[in-house]
Nanobody, 127 residues
Framework: QVQLVESGGGLVQAGGSLRLSCAVS????????MGWFRQAPGKEREFVAT???????????DYADSVKGRFTISRDNAKNTVDLQMNSLKPEDTAVYYC?????????????????WGQGTQVTVSS
């Protein structure tokens, strides 16, 4: 059984930083694409970032325009974790953040492309 468990959410002031982590168990991790999504109150869930396997030890990331330059996605295959470092946080970043895994090696921005999801972690940015 595949499990994804997010951690690291919380309350932070605008301009601050948070680091989210997602622990993955129950599947081969190193060759799977991983993603982060978020859902703000009253809004649809949206793509934040993804990290794809390019073969060998090569991985590459992609980001939503709204977080590019502020957020960084990374992974540690030895620990089966994928992190999201969030800097220069804004009130509009307030949302529940979800970690997701897909069977393929290439990340996608569509949430329907992902097979497994975590329960989410709340991030609140105060102004």
């Amino acid at each position: 059984q595949v499990q994804l468990v997010e951690s690291g959410g919380g309350l932070v002031q605008a301009g601050g930083s948070l680091r989210l982590s997602c622990a993955v168990s129950g599947r081969t991790f190193s060759t799977s694409a991983m993603g982060w999504f978020r859902q703000a109150p009253g809004k649809e869930r949206e793509f934040v970032a993804t990290i794809s396997w390019g073969g060998g030890k090569t991985y590459y990331a992609d980001y939503a325009d709204s977080v590019k330059g502020r957020f960084t996605i990374s992974r540690d295959n030895a620990k089966n974790t994928v992190d999201l470092q969030m800097n220069s946080l804004k009130p509009e970043d307030t949302a529940v953040y979800y970690c997701a895994a897909r069977s393929g090696r290439t990340g996608r921005i569509g949430q329907t492309e992902y097979d497994y999801w975590g329960q989410g972690t709340q991030v609140t940015v105060s102004s």
